[in-house]
């Protein structure tokens, strides 16, 4: 049991995006006003993994959740799905967030659904933190363009290449870091070597195209040029990410990679030289050099 009393937050947090900040933004405010320490509580696995065998594609890793997380300032709880499924909404209460978390305040979304099959909503958390004495703030609907923000709609744009529309509703850069693994080498054939990954399984994919991006190795930001597909322009590719960093030369075979895309610059297309190729991605890449001189900031949208 956690000593201090704390302000819980309750919600999936897949995503991370704007709505998820402001569940964690109303626990600063209990802290500010009662001292007690923002939790963020979080689960091992998303719920419908456990409970269909599916869960909706990431559109955030979990070590960058946890590192963002962690830049708020609050501490996080992880609990296992599968000891919390089939609790009541007054055990999930009694066991999860009195025994375990010691909570002195709850916040949560307008929509948070808790207990066994998601049996209960805003009322029954409010009956059972009158019941015991915590507090309750229910943060309403962010909006963005007349609608709620949510991880659907984030997915969506991002499917469909609408990458400044995520972003803005993320509050930050849709990002991935993964290893690079080793390619053909081809890049630098026409002078643009270039970084290859390949996505982790149930990770959102991008619209197949070529994007503005930002990639950053060791603490730096450089502007870069993504193609997410299979480089039609040579034959046998597999699925993956292909970025060319503008500006840096060196070896990062083996490392974890961050990734970050700005927007979407063209769809996939097949040159019939390397002459024609190149060209275009010496377009492509003075487009992604403007972008990333106009984008400003860290990445925090």
Known sequence: MTERKTAVTLGSFDGLHKGHIAVIACAFEM??????????????KHPMLTVSGRAPDMILQSALRDELIAKTGAGKRIVPFREVRNMSCREFFEKILIEKLNAGGV?????????????????????????????????????????????????????????PLANAMLGREFRYRLTVVDGQHRGRLIGAPTINQRFDEGFVIPKKGVYASVTVVDGTEYASVTNIGLRPSFENEDFRSETCILGFSGNLYGQEIEVRLL?????????????????????????????FRNRGGNGDV
């Open 31 to 44: 802290q500010k006003e009662h001292g007690l320490l923002p939790l963020v509580l979080l689960f091992d």
């Open 107 to 163: 916040c949560c979304g307008w929509n948070y659904r808790f207990g066994k099959n998601n049996e209960g909503g805003i009322s029954e958390l409010t009956a059972l933190c009158e019941e015991y004495g915590v507090m309750l703030r229910i943060t309403p609907p962010v909006d963005f363009g007349g609608e709620p923000v949510s991880s659907t709609r984030i997915r969506q744009a991002v499917e469909g290449g609408d990458i």
């Open 263 to 291: 927007q979407y610059l063209r769809d996939e297309t097949k040159f019939d030289s390397l002459e024609k190729l190149s060209e275009q991605i010496g377009r492509d890449a003075g487009k992604s050099e403007e972008i």
